[in-house]
Every structure is written in C-alpha cells, then in structure tokens.
C-alpha cells in the first residue's frame, strides 16, 4: 500500500511539472514562438489541422522560423538521434529527436549541427532548412512533434 501511494505521489508530481513547462524561443526572428498561419494551399500550422483534403490530421505544431534562421534549444535537451519526417529524401528531410524537462519531442525541417549530445536552453541547436525549395510559398517552420503524437500547444 505504501509502495502505491509512493508510486502514485511520484506520478502526480511528474505530471504537475511536466504542465508547467515551456518552450523557450525555438527560431531566431521570433522571440515568441508564432505559430504558422494558416495558407490556402498547404492548411493550418496548429496540432489536429486538416491535411489532404481531411484525410489525416496535422501531429505537430508549427512555429515560424525563416529558412536559414538558427534553432535554438527551447529548455536544457539530450539530443537523441536523428528524426526524418519523410520517407524520401528531399531538401528539408532533417531533425532531430530530443529530451528534457519531461519531454521527449521531434523538430522536423531542422538540420542539427549534431544529433547526440547535450544543449543548455537558448544554445545553438542547428539551421532551419529551406522549405521554400519543396513547398513554395508555405509559411517556413521549425515543426515540433511530441514522441507520442499527443499536442504540444500547452507547451508553447
């Protein structure tokens, strides 16, 4: 009994601070972390957007970033391998899968200066990739994923 209510203390803890977290700017250019617009041909930046026509739903988060803007790391990260959003290869296929705080998450259409490792919040965590040259005229971002797929708005 004592072991459950141990266990159960230590979950309600984690789970306390883990809401409490937030990112720290991600992009250079802004400081805020604005989440992408919404655009006619490509949809909206915001978790649970419509995609193909309503076929699928948008799993991430989208945050404006420039192409060739630095990327920051949000809080202290382990970064933990490389994370491709695509299957095949193309100009912005890069990211990195990353830890800290609670958190295990993936930015998509970044390309890390390494994949392993460990960065203290506001360190140089990579460049933003061209997404100009795969989806002309989209708004560029940094897109950020939770590993379980859940939303990471509360994050930002």
């Known amino acids: 009994m004592k072991f459950a209510l141990l266990l159960l203390t230590a979950v309600l803890c984690c789970l306390q601070v883990s809401g409490q977290v937030k990112f720290g700017a991600l992009c250079s250019g802004n400081p ?7 655009d006619n041909k490509y949809g909206c930046g915001n978790y649970g957007a419509s995609r193909d026509g309503g076929k699928r739903k948008h799993l991430g988060l989208d945050i ?3 192409d060739g803007a630095t990327v920051f ?3 202290d990260v382990t970064l933990n391998g490389k994370a491709a959003p695509y ?3 193309n100009a912005i296929n890069d990211g990195v899968s990353l830890s800290g705080a609670g958190l295990c998450f993936k930015l998509f259409y970044v ?3 390494k994949y392993s490792g460990s960065l203290k919040k506001g360190q140089r965590l990579g460049t933003m990739l061209p997404m100009q040259k795969v989806y002309p005229g989209i708004g ?3 897109h950020v994923q939770m590993c379980d797929k859940s939303d ?3 994050y930002f």
């Not at 805020?32 to 919404?38: F, L, V």
């Open 32 to 38: 805020g972390n604005s989440k992408r617009p919404c």
């Open 64 to 66: 404006t970033c420039s």
């Open 73 to 75: 790391a949000p809080f």
């Open 87 to 89: 299957k095949k290869n």
């Open 111 to 113: 390309k890390p200066d």
């Open 140 to 142: 560029s971002h940094v």
């Open 152 to 154: 990471p708005t509360k």
